[in-house]
Structures are given as structure tokens and as C-alpha cells.
């Protein structure tokens, strides 16, 4: 099957910092979205982004689906923005990356 | 407008029983989902129903099944529970068309004792 890989897996930041979290995909998808999950476990859609870029505020991602991967930034973190951060990608089913877990610290 | 509904939000069986999980997606959404997420890991899909047909299948045994009624609501089975059937169950639905954008549910939790 297809698979998709996130990376950093941990990431640790001061508050005020910025972040790149990339997700990497193995196959032509027809779609992919950012998820952040809250401490609840709440999903929140960041993103539906299959290719180009897209800005929301402080965060912004970036789809390169010719190069199979896309990027989420986060700018001027908050402790708001702690969690867990997932991609994932339609490929006739939807797949999800293992995450990127981010700990900003005031 | 309501987003994604699922009941109930806990859950606490004992191994060998049988569960019923319930989604009611957003109004207008036809597609509906399922996916099991346990402690450390990414959600994985178990079904997808689409006007009442199923869709999708992932790679889980037959004691997991779903079915979604007229009004486009859905209900995950699973028999039998497990240990391993410990995780939170989630939900989402899509709108009419190809490549729709995923909205989640806050999901049941299931502890099996």
C-alpha cells in the first residue's frame, strides 16, 4: 500500500519559534490534508491541500504532488499550537502519516 | 451547522462483547468513514459507505462491520472485542463529488477490560 511518512517525529519548541513539518508520500494521491489533534484527541482540518499553497494566518502548507510531498510551517508558535500534527492522503482510501508530535513551551 | 456527531463519546465493554458505534455526518454529506486510532499511532481506515454502499475496506478482521441508513448516518459493529479493539473510533464524512476534504468527528473512546 501506499505510504506516507512524516518527519520530525518529535519536535520541541520555545514559544514565538518557527517550524517545518514535512509529510512525504509514495504514490500519486488525488488529495491530502493537514489534521492537528488536540490533547482531547480532536481532529482539526488545517488543510485541504492537494497541490499549490495555502495560507491560514500563522500556518501555510505547501504541496508539491509532482516531487510526492507537502509542507506545513508554522510561524510565531503558541502553546495553543502543541499536539499532535498529522497529513494524510487519498489514494482510493485514506492513509495517515504516524504524526509529528510539537511541545511549545512558553 | 453541526459538524460531525458521534455517541458515545466512552465506552467500557469486557472482552468477548459486542459494541455498536454511531456517526451522524454533516448535512448534505452522503460519504461517511471509519478509522481506528490506538494510543501512539495515526488513525487507520476501516470502511468508507457511500449512498449506502460500502466503498472501502481496510485491512480489518471480519469481527468489524458498518452499515449507513437512508439518512446517510452510520453505525460501526465490531464482535467479539479484544484487547487490542482498545483505541478511539473515529468518524468523518465528505460532501457530493470526487476528492472532498475529510471533516472528523471527536470520536468514541472503547476500553476493553
Known amino acids: 500500500g501506499i505510504q506516507v511518512e512524516q518527519s520530525p517525529p518529535d519536535l520541541i519548541l520555545q514559544e514565538g519559534a518557527n517550524s517545518t513539518l514535512r509529510c512525504n508520500f509514495s504514490?500519486?494521491?488525488?488529495?491530502l490534508q493537514w489534521f492537528h489533534q488536540n490533547p482531547w484527541g480532536q481532529l482539526i482540518n488545517l488543510f485541504y491541500?492537494?497541490?499549490g499553497t495555502k495560507q491560514n494566518g500563522r500556518l501555510s502548507a505547501t504541496t508539491v504532488a509532482t516531487e510526492r510531498y507537502s509542507l506545513l510551517y508554522i510561524s510565531s508558535s503558541q502553546t495553543t499550537d502543541s499536539g499532535v500534527y498529522f497529513c494524510?492522503?487519498?489514494?482510493?482510501?485514506?492513509?495517515f502519516g504516524s504524526g509529528t508530535k510539537l511541545n511549545v513551551k512558553p | 451547522d453541526a459538524g460531525v456527531t458521534q455517541s458515545p463519546t466512552h465506552l467500557i465493554k469486557t472482552r468477548g462483547q459486542h459494541v455498536t458505534l454511531r456517526c451522524s455526518p454533516i448535512?448534505?454529506?452522503?460519504?461517511v468513514s471509519w478509522y481506528q486510532q490506538v494510543l501512539g499511532q495515526g488513525p487507520q481506515f476501516i470502511f468508507q459507505?457511500?449512498?449506502?454502499?460500502?466503498?472501502g475496506r481496510g485491512n480489518f478482521p471480519d469481527r468489524f462491520s458498518a452499515r449507513q441508513f437512508p439518512n446517510y448516518s452510520s453505525e460501526l459493529n465490531v464482535n467479539a472485542l479484544l484487547l487490542g479493539d482498545s483505541a478511539l473510533y473515529l468518524c468523518?464524512?465528505?460532501?457530493?463529488?470526487?476528492?472532498?476534504?475529510?471533516?472528523f468527528g471527536d470520536g468514541t473512546r472503547l476500553s476493553i477490560l
Open positions: 468523518a464524512s465528505s460532501g457530493t463529488g470526487d476528492n472532498q476534504p475529510q471533516h
Open positions: 491541500i492537494p497541490s
Open positions: 494524510a492522503v487519498d489514494f482510493n482510501k485514506f492513509y
Open positions: 504514490d500519486s494521491v488525488n488529495n
Open positions: 448535512s448534505g454529506h452522503k460519504s
Open positions: 459507505y457511500y449512498e449506502k454502499e460500502e466503498r
